[in-house]
């Protein structure tokens, strides 16, 4: 069992910047591959970033050049820096862990276990 548990959601101005943690436990937390996806409402959950075991991230191309993934495996935490912000950025943000494999997956389908998710809005 894994339990997650995101933070540092709010409003946010248009150009702006928030930074996203996931405080996770229940199983060691350096042996699985970790995401972030989001869902705006009326939206599909979607893919935002993902970051292996050993560091590899990967990004949506939304989030490509504005967001960064980073992981903290001594305080069993996840991150995304989100810099830019735009409007179309709201949603709820979710972390989630794939703890099944060392597989990176991009689809909600893929992962295992799932925060309750943070909104974050941003106004023009």
């Known amino acids: 069992q894994v339990q997650l548990v995101e933070s540092g959601g709010g409003l946010v101005q248009a150009g702006g910047s928030l930074r996203l943690s996931c405080a996770a436990s229940g199983r060691t937390f350096s042996s699985y591959a970790m995401g972030w996806f989001r869902q705006a409402p009326g939206k599909e959950r979607e893919f935002v970033a993902a970051?292996?075991?050993?560091?590899?991230?990967f990004y949506a191309d939304s989030a490509k050049g504005r967001f960064t993934i980073s992981r903290d495996n001594a305080k069993n935490t996840l991150y995304l820096q989100m810099n830019s912000l735009k409007p179309e950025d709201t949603a709820v943000f979710y972390c989630?862990?794939?703890?099944?494999?060392?597989?990176?997956?991009?689809?909600?389908?893929?992962?295992?276990?799932w925060g309750k998710g943070t909104l974050v809005t941003v106004s023009s």
């Open positions: 989630a862990g794939r703890t099944r494999d060392n597989l990176v997956v991009l689809i909600p389908d893929g992962m295992d276990y």
């Open positions: 970051i292996s075991w050993n560091g590899y991230t």
